[in-house]
């Protein structure tokens, strides 16, 4: 497993991700139109920025999680069964903790 790619991988998805949050505290800090109809519009899309800004987070931390798997010595290796990860499902999700099986098994819950 090349887990030097891997970690370049998770770094640059992390620099992007933290990119991306900067500017949507960016425009979320902008000041509002005074008109009504588009404060509106604007609240609304602040919601959808603040949504997006929320799964980033959540990606974020998933990707923190990785790299410290891989300075642990253990990414690769399924938290729950102590599994190796497929290569596949690496290349689909890098920061998953989980196989497949467990993955599936956790989605049922």
Same mark, same amino acid.
């Given at each position: 497993m090349d887990i030097a790619g891997y970690e370049r991988i998770l770094t640059k998805r992390? !620099? &992007?991700?933290? !990119? @991306?949050? =900067? @500017?949507?505290?960016?425009?979320? %800090? /902008? /000041?509002?139109? !005074?008109d009504s109809e588009e404060r509106a519009t604007e609240t609304?899309?602040?919601?959808?920025? &603040?949504?997006? %800004?929320?799964? %980033? &987070? =959540?990606e974020l931390r998933a990707i923190d999680a990785a790299l410290d798997r891989i300075d642990g010595g253990t990414y690769g290796t399924c938290v729950t069964c102590g599994q190796p990860i497929s290569a596949a499902r690496l290349a689909a999700v890098p920061h998953t903790p989980f196989c497949q099986e467990c993955a599936a098994g956790r989605q049922g819950r």
């Open positions: 992390k !620099a &992007e991700i933290e !990119a @991306r949050l =900067t @500017r949507i505290d960016d425009d979320l %800090g /902008q /000041q509002r139109s !005074a609304e899309n602040d919601e959808v920025l &603040e949504e997006f %800004g929320q799964v %980033g &987070e =959540t």
